[in-house]
């Protein structure tokens, strides 16, 4: 760890230690219109997102920061949510739930907090609707939002797209801490466990300003979970089947609280077979390859991950510990290395074996969390370390390497451990003013092994600081403006690889410079949120410049990326992306209809991508190079959803996304730009159902537009619409105290034959997953 970084660490821990604390509390009741009070309703504590559960009598305390206004979103199974304003002197509360006799689905809706208290296009899921769209990777339970697509690599790994970008520009923050685990690959997924998801915020938008360099396209925020209720011990555990690989899964977990000292574990286990698409070959370069039995061979894979928290909720504030585990072993289908040979894929009869070529991945990861209460201020502050190492398989013979051992099958060995720092101070000057000061802090270091060569080994630093404010000069008026400076430096050491003919004669070598390049630069943003129509109508406008720093494997790597079908060339002299982007949205809510359009405008100056050249690798079949270049680009779009009821137990709901991009050099399309899209469905919903309750049923037709000549890059193929046919249905099962979830979804009814625009296989021409039907139960044990 450099000596930079250090000394941020301490300057963080010895500045908050110097401050007084000053404890406020509040006290509530919940209770329905009887005055019966209601037992384990949830209160979330808006802007700071506290979170606790009501008791056996109906009532709850928290802390809360005596710093002016502050909302409570209390809810209840079978009731109206609440949201409400209040005072820090109100010390004791009473707050009365009204029984819901419709329900509005949250999928894209964004809450009341982010309607009035942001400035950019937020998307929220709960627990529920990450339940009810339940896939193998958390990325896949997402992509039904418009706006938000997934890179998929089989059906075990999927990485998110948001209006169109992904990978670097992209963050995802967990446990106060942005995910690290080599994500500009491709085919790198996320390494998060998709049962411990239970709250999602989806930044739709440039989030450069708080997050930093990796936010320029928008952000994932996975929330903190509910914090166990006082003097409680809960648990619960779920299973998962899907019928077209096999696949099983499941999740157990356990959560307790003492006198507000709290505990929570889970361990998830998948493991899945090769998938089947309906074909039985498929054709690639003019030859026809076998799928036999519709199944593709080496497709299986397995994936455990675990965590454990420990917290403690005081007066003064909050801190937690967590240490989370992932692990991933994946097979890829045998055209994922080279070219693909009619005999490798001939059936092993053996459908749930892990063959080469294959990929592990293990994650590591400790967090620390601390909240302190400072008067009418609170400073969070966020410490973690992460170690991601990533393993690639395959035979050494085929790549001509006669100094290899023949046994000696890891291909490529990528090891990188990352510490994180970060705080801000939120300070709540008046009922209109609010302002925000932060600085983060990150290091890295990565160590390549193995007999292929990809990239040399490497450092980076990151580090920034930020200050945003908000003014409310009315109730139906919020401006926001920020600023940010960073800091950047990338170090990678000189690597370099021979290349072999098959009778051992070095014909060529790969290299890679050395290069130590530091990096500044700023970002800013202005935004509104203002209420045409209180509760009812609202515009919301923001423009902002943003900035990426290039990483090393878009300046470095050299050789070949397995996983992605080609040979890839970094460019040393590539400079920061800038981004110039506005962005739009209004939404609309009656008592009937909720709507929302919005659409963005993004200039990019100095877009880095990936541009295939007319040269082919010098390594065996390694087929064409392709090296990152950058030139200015547009990046414009939109997204337009609904949801109308058309009677107490009946919705129809329509979402629409579209993304347009051009390349100012070549004034072509960038490549992988997501397909549109039009989702339709209609729902029906029932409190009370026979002897259970939450009753729904949805039958929804996706369909998505070709990506026709005009919207691919150079080289890059052309894809045709298609259209997809999903239903789902879930029911709780209630006896006395105890119940049974079950939810039953069947993707791609009809068995469709469709290619995806985003799918790694796309480029060999396979075929997306077939019909499928998924059977979860979850059963909560109190």
């Not at 029984?99 to 296009?121: G, N």
């Not at 982007?581 to 929302?596: H, I, K, N, P």
């Not at 105290?737 to 469709?752: E, I, P, V």
Request: with cysteine.
């Amino acid at each position: 760890m450099s000596a930079n970084f250090g000394a941020l660490l301490l300057f963080l821990l010895f500045s908050f230690s110097t401050y007084s604390f000053l404890p406020a509390q509040i006290n509530g009741l919940v209770q329905d219109e009887s005055g019966s009070p209601l037992a384990g309703a949830s209160v979330l504590q808006l802007p700071d997102s506290n979170f606790t559960y009501t008791n056996k009598e109906g009532r709850f305390q928290f802390p809360i920061s005596p710093a002016g206004a502050y909302r409570l979103r209390v809810s209840f199974l079978g009731f109206e949510k609440l949201e409400k304003k209040f005072l820090p002197t109100q010390k004791e509360l009473l707050i009365t739930l009204h029984a819901a006799h419709h329900q509005l689905d949250e999928i894209v809706i964004t809450d009341e907090h982010a309607k009035q208290e942001s400035t950019l296009s937020a998307a929220h899921l709960s627990t529920e609707e990450l339940a009810q769209n339940s896939q193998t990777t958390f990325v896949n339970s997402i992509e039904q939002l418009p706006g938000i697509s997934a890179i998929n690599v089989g059906v075990g790994i999927a990485k998110p797209v948001i209006r169109g970008l992904s990978s670097n520009r992209i963050l995802l923050t967990q446990d106060g801490i942005k995910q690290e685990g080599q994500q500009w690959g491709n085919d790198h997924g996320l390494e998060v466990d998709p049962f411990a998801v239970e709250r999602v915020e989806i930044v739709k938008g440039p989030a450069s300003l708080q997050y930093g360099s990796d936010g320029l396209g928008g952000a994932i925020n996975v929330m903190a979970p509910a914090i166990p209720k006082e003097n409680s011990l809960s648990g619960g555990v779920l299973a998962v089947y899907q019928s077209n690989n096999q696949h099983i899964g499941g999740s157990a977990y356990v959560r307790a609280n003492r006198r507000n000292i709290y505990a929570t574990a889970r361990y998830s286990q998948q493991d899945f077979g090769d998938y089947r698409v309906p074909v039985d070959s498929f054709v690639y370069q003019g030859f026809v390859f076998p799928v036999f039995d519709q199944k593709l061979k080496n497709t299986a894979g397995h994936e455990k991950s675990a965590h454990v928290s420990l917290g403690m909720v005081k007066s003064w504030g909050l801190s937690s510990l967590t240490y989370r585990y992932y692990q991933l072993a994946a097979g890829m289908l045998p055209a994922a290395v080279g070219l693909p040979l009619a005999y490798s894929m001939n059936p092993d009869f053996n459908q749930r074996d892990i063959d080469f070529p294959s990929q592990a991945v293990n994650h590591h990861k400790i967090a620390f969390n601390q909240m302190i209460y400072l008067g009418k201020s609170h400073v969070n502050i966020n410490l973690g370390y992460q170690s991601n190492q990533r393993s690639e398989y395959s035979f050494p013979d085929f790549h001509n390497l006669p100094e290899v051992d023949p046994t000696h099958t890891l291909a490529l060995a990528l090891r990188l451990q990352t510490l994180s720092a970060n705080a801000h101070l939120e300070h709540h000057i008046s009922e209109q003013w609010k302002a925000v000061i932060g600085l983060n802090a990150q290091h890295q270091q990565n160590r390549a092994g193995g007999f292929e060569y990809l990239l040399p080994d490497f450092q980076v630093f990151r580090s920034g600081m930020f200050g945003l404010c908000e003014y409310k000069p009315q109730p139906r008026l919020l401006l926001s403006g920020g600023i940010r400076l960073d800091y950047g430096h990338n170090q990678t050491d000189f690597g370099q690889r021979y290349v072999y003919t098959s009778n051992g004669t070095i014909t060529d070598s790969l290299h890679s410079p050395a290069t130590d390049d530091p990096f500044f630069n700023w970002s800013a943003s202005l935004g509104m949120n203002y209420s045409l129509r209180p509760d009812r109508l609202f515009l919301k406008l923001n423009l902002g410049k943003s900035f990426r720093i290039p990483y090393p494997a878009e300046t470095v790597a050299n050789g070949v990326h397995h996983g992605t079908f080609r040979h890839e060339q970094g460019n040393p002299a590539l400079s920061s992306e800038k981004g110039y982007q506005l962005d739009a949205s209004l939404l609309f809510q009656s008592e009937r209809l909720e709507a929302e359009w919005a659409g963005y405008f993004n200039f990019f100056e100095g877009f880095i991508y990936l541009a295939p050249q007319a040269k082919f690798s010098p390594l065996p079949e390694a087929g064409q190079i392709y090296r990152y270049e950058q030139n200015d680009a547009l990046y414009s779009g939109f997204e337009l959803s609904w949801t109308y009821q058309l009677s107490p137990h009946l919705f129809l709901k329509q979402a629409a996304e579209y993304v347009w991009n051009i390349n100012l050099s070549s004034s072509l399309s960038l490549p992988f730009t997501p397909q549109p899209s039009l989702l339709t469905s209609i729902e029906y919903r029932k409190a009370a159902f026979f002897a259970g309750k939450d009753f729904y049923l949805s039958l929804s037709d996706h369909y998505h537009l070709a990506n026709g000549p005009d919207r691919v890059d150079r080289n890059e193929r052309a894809t045709p619409a298609y259209n997809l046919i999903h239903l789902s249905m879930g029911w709780k099962l209630v006896v006395g105290k105890h119940s049974l979830q079950l939810r039953l979804r069947a993707q791609n009814l009809l068995n469709t034959t469709y290619l995806n625009a985003l799918s790694r296989y796309r480029l060999i021409n396979v075929p997306e997953q077939g019909r499928n039907i998924i059977l979860r139960m979850e059963i909560p044990l109190e």
